[in-house]
């Protein structure tokens, strides 16, 4: 019996049958509220819950924390939410939207770097959670627990769209009762908390607000993926944003507090939440690994979707299977030494994604007011120069933590990395600029011509 028919009954036929093509109009029909469940239950993580342990690594004041993890988590949240709306005014994948921005020749370029950017996250979330459930069994080895985490994540993101949706949607009843379970633990012991004795920090505040943002944003190039099959209504933008900024912050402060009553936290956030949490240490590695796995359900499902948008000739489902395996094979290699260069490939991962956004936003929004005409089939010469200046702009303001060190970031902030900012402000003018300076040479030119 082949799987196309033992698991056809289960499958969502109609993102089978359309994978990155255009949904019609017509069968955009979900409620855009389910996008809630779906955001929320994605940002209810152990990727979440290791940046809370962030601000605390770096001595940061527990109010300055807070605030910094809010503020980062409104502004990526919202950057999530914007691009939710392309998917119910096209039917497309986010990759295949990028067309209108970049051109279809350079969009394979962005594809990529999405599939990247996916595979990236698949293969954290899967050390990450892997190792939780191999604590909670208490396992010697952690490949075994790897490969069964993949297998689960696999099987959601082959089933298709449909059943990621309604798995999101029971993992947000189990994994905010989890993490409500995980908070109130640490607030009954106040005394605890409040023994920490963190301090103001410009360059703490300010890392950590570049952290909590990175995270939620990166979210971003995966949103249309998800609404293109939901009705094109405004509240598309208000389900996607309050379902990935509320979780976020849930997530990441469960987080801050369980780092602080570690005292001395590990590199290993999954050991610290074992051993804050007691006697019901269990109860947070089954969170932390069931997190895993909605976020990773997500994950596989647009990985597959970027490859297809690079023009693979090959069915969804078995770029799901290449996927899985090969964030299996890179997790077992990497897994000892993951926690060594976690919250740098915060940062690295992600410096393409802002001025992508802004890219978007500039095309998308204000050159076509919303209303997608046909994608360009090379190069657009103005997406594509307006990407690569704000990025290069941004290169001095760049502070990834190894490696480099931006010279703008080094001698006047501290270390502090602003330059997600501003590649993102940047390129919005920049592509309104050069398409009106292109489009005005465009007429001169056919003007000496008649």
């Known amino acids: 019996m082949n799987s196309e028919h033992m698991f056809g009954k289960f499958s969502d036929n109609l993102s089978d049958n359309y994978e990155i093509d255009s949904i019609p109009e017509n069968l955009r029909n979900k409620k855009p509220s389910e996008l809630f469940t779906l955001w929320f239950a994605a940002n209810l993580t152990v990727g979440d819950f290791a940046v809370g342990f962030i601000p605390v690594e770096l001595g940061l004041n527990i109010y300055y924390a807070i605030l910094a993890i809010i503020i980062g988590n409104v502004l990526g949240s919202a950057l999530l939410g914007v691009m939710s709306l392309t998917g119910p005014r096209t039917g497309l994948p986010q990759m295949v939207i990028s067309r209108y921005g970049f051109g279809k020749r350079f969009g394979i ?8 950017n996916t595979m990236g996250w698949l293969t954290v979330n899967l050390v990450l959670a892997g190792f939780a459930l191999s604590l909670a069994l208490h396992f010697s080895v952690y490949e075994i ?26 993992m947000s009843i189990v994994l905010g009762i989890i993490f409500s379970f995980i908070v109130i633990d640490s607030l009954i ?5 409040l023994l920490y004795h963190g301090v103001y920090s410009g360059i703490g505040f300010g890392i950590t607000l570049a952290s909590t943002f990175s995270y939620i944003m990166s979210w971003a190039p995966y949103a249309a993926d998800y609404s293109r099959y939901n009705q094109d209504k405004g509240s598309v933008f208000t389900y996607s944003f309050a379902g990935g900024m509320i979780s976020s912050i849930w997530a990441e402060i469960a987080g801050l507090f369980v780092a602080i009553l570690s ?27 069931l997190g895993g796995i909605a976020a990773d359900a997500i994950n596989l499902y647009s990985n597959s979707l970027s490859m297809k948008s690079m023009g693979i000739k090959i069915k969804r489902r078995l770029v799901s299977i290449i996927g899985i395996s090969i964030a299996i094979i890179v997790s077992m290699i990497a897994y000892n030494k993951f926690y060594l260069f976690y919250e740098d490939f915060l940062f690295i991962l992600d410096y393409w994604i802002t001025p992508w956004i802004g890219i978007m936003i500039a095309s998308f929004f204000i050159d076509m007011h919303g209303k997608p005409l046909a994608g360009i089939p090379g190069f657009n010469v103005p997406g594509i120069l307006s990407y690569f200046i704000s990025l290069g ?4 303001f760049m502070d990834p933590g190894f490696l480099y060190e931006g010279v703008i970031s080094k001698l006047y902030l501290g270390g502090v990395d602003i330059s997600y900012y501003v590649s993102f ?15 005005n040479k465009d007429i001169v030119i056919n003007a000496q011509r008649s």
């Open 109 to 116: 370029f962005i594809s990529g770097l999405q599939w990247i």
């Open 145 to 170: 627990p790897v490969f069964v985490t993949g297998i689960i994540i696999l099987l959601i993101s082959y089933l298709g769209r449909n059943i990621i949706s309604h798995f999101e949607r029971a």
């Open 189 to 193: 012991r106040p005394e605890k908390i």
């Open 263 to 289: 005292v001395n936290p590990d590199l290993n956030p999954a050991l610290d939440l074992k051993d804050a949490l007691g006697y019901y240490g269990f109860i947070g590695l089954y969170a932390l690994f």
């Open 393 to 396: 702009a941004s290169v001095p």
């Open 425 to 439: 402000l940047l390129s919005i003018p920049l592509y309104i600029a050069i398409r009106k300076l292109i489009k």
